[in-house]
């Protein structure tokens, strides 16, 4: 088995993408965390879930979906 066997689609940001948007996707998708892709579409970091929490105030993404849910 290779690794090709395994891998399925990942959402992406780009930098330009706000810390909203991300923990929006992040949340709405259940997601671990967001691959970061450069100006040409390649990936250069990984937005781990607990560092958009971090990065939005530490607010988690439970009670960010229910904020968002409520709007």
Same mark, same amino acid.
């Given at each position: 088995?290779?690794?090709? /066997? ?7 940001? =780009?930098?330009?993408?706000t *810390? #909203? =948007?991300?923990a929006?996707l992040l %949340?709405?998708q /259940? #997601?671990? *965390?967001? &691959?970061? &892709? /450069?100006? /040409? *579409?390649?990936?250069?970091?990984i937005? %781990?879930?607990t $560092? %958009? =929490?971090?990065l939005? *105030?530490a607010?988690?993404?439970? %009670?960010?979906? $229910? ?5």
């Amino acid at each position: 088995m290779r690794a090709s /066997d395994l891998a399925a689609p990942f959402p992406t940001v =780009e930098f330009s993408t706000t *810390g #909203l =948007e991300a923990a929006r996707l992040l %949340a709405g998708q /259940d #997601l671990p *965390g967001l &691959i970061v &892709i /450069d100006q /040409d *579409g390649r990936p250069s970091t990984i937005l %781990a879930a607990t $560092d %958009a =929490e971090t990065l939005l *105030g530490a607010i988690t993404l439970d %009670a960010l979906m $229910d904020r968002l849910v409520a709007t």
